[in-house]
């Protein structure tokens, strides 16, 4: 009796620490849903992606609501951002993606962000991200991204910046 009960006590402490561990690092235990590919063009600090996202049999993408005959909004970039590894010097660093999610075809020019007095002690390429004005920063040097794609950049500061889409041009 004693053997069986060290028995399932170790199989229920197994899964518990599995599940544990699934609960804590999601995005290493494997995926059971589709999978997505991702192509990556580093330039200095800016990188570049596209994504190739494979969508299970049957699942609809929602397109945001639109005014009739238009063919995009402001609502199709989708920006992403988070802590990355500080600076030597100590000052805290993030990781902004910015992703054109159209699916209706379109690429997307002139892209502003409402950012405050966004500034950095790491340097971004202007082309990439630039402050034009109080919360006025441009994207991609106002050129299109096109459907699918991704630009990413890093910037420091002591704190995050709170990004959102101001205004977009349908290309």
Known sequence: M???FVLVLSSVSIAVLFLF?????????GSFGPTQMELRIKQGNTTFSTHNRKLLHGTAVKEPDRIR???CSKADIVINQGATSPLPSGIPTYTVEI???CVSGCD??????SCGWFSSARLINPNTFR????NDC???????LMKGGTLSFQYANTFLYPLSVSRVVCS
């Open 69 to 71: 005959g238009e063919r």
């Open 131 to 134: 402050r034009l004005r109080y």
């Open 2 to 4: 004693n053997g069986r």
């Open 99 to 101: 992703m054109n999610v």
């Open 138 to 144: 441009l994207v991609n040097d106002g050129k299109p």
């Open 108 to 113: 997307i020019s002139g892209i502003h962000f």
């Open 21 to 29: 561990l699934v609960v804590l690092f999601p995005d290493q235990c």
